[in-house]
């Protein structure tokens, strides 16, 4: 009998316009609930966290508009917060990853 893994928290393509996709990601173990963002041309673009610690939030998403997508998730992957393993940082560089997989299927 065969092990059948879902991802549990798969990226959601929200929206597609004539060059940026938009996605929306559920993170997990953190205060943020959701996650949007888009990508056109490999560059991030409006991202928004719902909930969480909004100064700092807004404030990542002010400092990755429109900076490259897999670099940004690079810097951002492994960002721990108060020793969960995870951050709101660390889950949004799984979204982008995830995205870019998508896109890249």
């Known amino acids: 009998m065969g092990l059948f893994l879902q991802p549990l928290n798969p990226v959601t ?3 597609e316009t004539k060059f940026m996709k938009t996605y ?3 993170p997990r173990f953190v205060c943020s609930q959701e996650i949007s963002f888009g990508i056109e041309d490999g560059k991030l673009h409006n ?3 719902t909930s969480g610690c909004d100064g700092n939030l807004k404030a990542i998403g002010k400092l990755v508009e429109g900076q490259d997508a897999a670099h ?3 810097i951002l992957k492994g960002n721990d917060c108060h020793g969960r ?3 709101c940082a ?4 799984r979204a982008i990853e995830a995205a ?3 896109d890249c299927a």
Not at 90 to 93: E, G, K, P, W
């Open 13 to 15: 393509k929200k929206r």
């Open 24 to 26: 929306t990601y559920t």
């Open 47 to 49: 991202v928004r966290f």
């Open 72 to 74: 940004v998730a690079q």
């Open 85 to 87: 393993g995870t951050s």
């Open 90 to 93: 660390d889950q949004f560089a």
């Open 100 to 102: 870019l997989e998508e």
